[in-house]
């Protein structure tokens, strides 16, 4: 006889966010580097006076992906805790991850 199991309303809460979350999704920079997220790794405010003072424009991923990679890599690993940009959005997605699962 198989066991039988049920879940409790958090276990299933937990579940349909996982299953959200399995599907492909498109995230923007601002969802991606909050505010509390860059004061945390970087030393700077938001997101925006990052970029502002890294003299890079970045109106999407299309422009991030244009930028000279070794030059961006350089300012994120002199002003931020990681050593390059890679990290950084790994982190970043990592952290979104845990708080749309309620992990945080």
Not at 33 to 49: A, D, K, N, R, V
């Amino acid at each position: 006889m198989p066991a039988q199991f049920s879940w409790t309303p958090e276990g299933k809460q937990f579940l349909n966010r996982l299953e959200e979350l399995s599907n492909p999704q498109q995230v923007s920079f601002p969802e991606l580097f909050t505010p509390s997220f860059i004061q945390s790794y970087t030393q700077f405010p938001s997101f925006e006076l990052m970029l502002e003072a890294s003299g890079f424009s970045v109106e999407s991923a299309e422009d991030s992906l244009a930028s000279p990679e070794t030059e961006w890599d350089q300012f994120i690993s002199q002003t931020t805790q990681f050593s390059n940009w890679q990290e950084m959005q790994k982190t970043a997605a990592a952290e979104l991850m845990k708080k749309k699962l309620g992990l945080d």
